[in-house]
């Protein structure tokens, strides 16, 4: 998967124009409706329109799948082991096990909303700078240490990767040759306890020099935001797609009590 999310951000459409505070504050609400809905169709009708505002974007689909096939990968195994472990009536046998339906059903669910939570979250850290995405997160009342931790934690990833690159490259350039024994495993672990330590002497002279330019645990910025009749139109619309499938829910279940009632 691609860490760096937000490389189409320059890219210009209708969802990178819209302001980012507007943005995440309403698909962070479709995003909360979409997990909290218990019906197939209404998930799938997030999703299909999770699909439409990443279309929208116009983030390339090619770096969307690059990252969404390992979330495929991971939820895969979920079609074998709901309906083969739900605790419910069995309605047939899968190769001598109980097969349950309303497993599978559940394992659609979760798939579909995990799918549709996923494509969100590209359109809305892949259409903003992923700082400007902080920044207004921060202008939303999110703690300003929630913040800065999640800042410097996407910033130390490529550090951390950049820091593992040059010293497999140092243990190459020595005629250093990966191989099932073990040495390897003995060289490898010296290297991993390497990199922490260099990892680590190297966030200490960061926070050093942060100081020294006089950082006093605020986040300070000079990146404004100009919200236009707009951006509100634009998250009234995305708010009200999911009070709706929320509220199609409710009303579904309450009917389905009130017929098993009787």
């Given at each position: 998967m691609s860490l760096d999310i937000d490389r189409h951000a320059h890219l210009v459409s209708s969802i990178q124009r819209w302001d980012p505070r507007f943005k995440i504050a309403s698909l962070m609400l479709l995003i909360l409706s979409i997990a909290l809905v218990h019906s197939i169709v209404l998930v799938g009708a997030g999703l299909v329109v999770a699909a439409g505002l990443l279309l929208l974007s116009k983030?390339?689909?090619?770096?969307?799948?690059?990252?969404?096939?390992?979330?495929?990968l991971?939820?895969?195994?979920?079609?074998?082991?709901?309906?083969?472990?739900?605790?419910?009536?069995?309605?047939?046998?899968?190769?001598?096990?109980?097969?349950?339906?309303?497993?599978?059903?559940?394992?659609v669910?979760?798939?579909?909303?995990?799918?549709?939570?996923?494509?969100?979250?590209?359109?809305?850290?892949?259409?903003?700078r992923f700082d400007i995405n902080l920044i207004a997160l921060q202008h939303l009342k999110c703690p300003a240490v929630v913040v800065q931790?999640?800042?410097?934690?996407?910033?130390?990833?490529?550090?951390?990767?950049s820091?593992?690159?040059?010293?497999?490259?140092?243990?190459?350039?020595?005629?250093?040759?990966?191989k099932a024994d073990l040495y390897t495993l003995k060289v490898m672990g010296g290297f991993v306890g390497t990199l922490l330590i260099r990892?680590?002497?190297?966030?200490?002279?960061?926070?050093?020099?942060?100081?020294?330019?006089?950082?006093q645990g605020e986040f300070h910025t000079l990146v404004k935001f100009n919200a236009a009749a707009k951006d509100f139109?634009?998250?009234?619309?995305?708010?009200?797609?999911?009070?709706?499938?929320?509220?199609?829910?409710?009303?579904?279940?309450?009917?389905?009590?009130e017929q098993g009632w009787i």
């Open positions: 983030i390339p689909l090619s770096f969307v799948f690059q990252g969404l096939k390992w979330i495929v991971f939820l895969l195994p979920f079609f074998i082991i709901l309906p083969l472990t739900y605790p419910a009536e069995t309605s047939a046998h899968f190769l001598g096990m109980p097969f349950a339906e309303e497993g599978l059903r559940l394992a669910l979760i798939v579909l909303k995990a799918l549709a939570i996923v494509l969100i979250a590209y359109v809305i850290f892949g259409s903003s931790i999640m800042l410097f934690t996407y910033r130390f990833i490529f550090l951390f990767l820091e593992m690159r040059r010293m497999d490259l140092a243990m190459k350039a020595r005629g250093f040759v990966k990892s680590f002497e190297r966030t200490e002279r960061i926070y050093k020099a942060m100081l020294s330019k006089g950082y139109v634009k998250a009234t619309i995305i708010a009200a797609i999911a009070v709706a499938l929320f509220g199609m829910d409710m009303t579904g279940m309450l009917i389905q009590a």
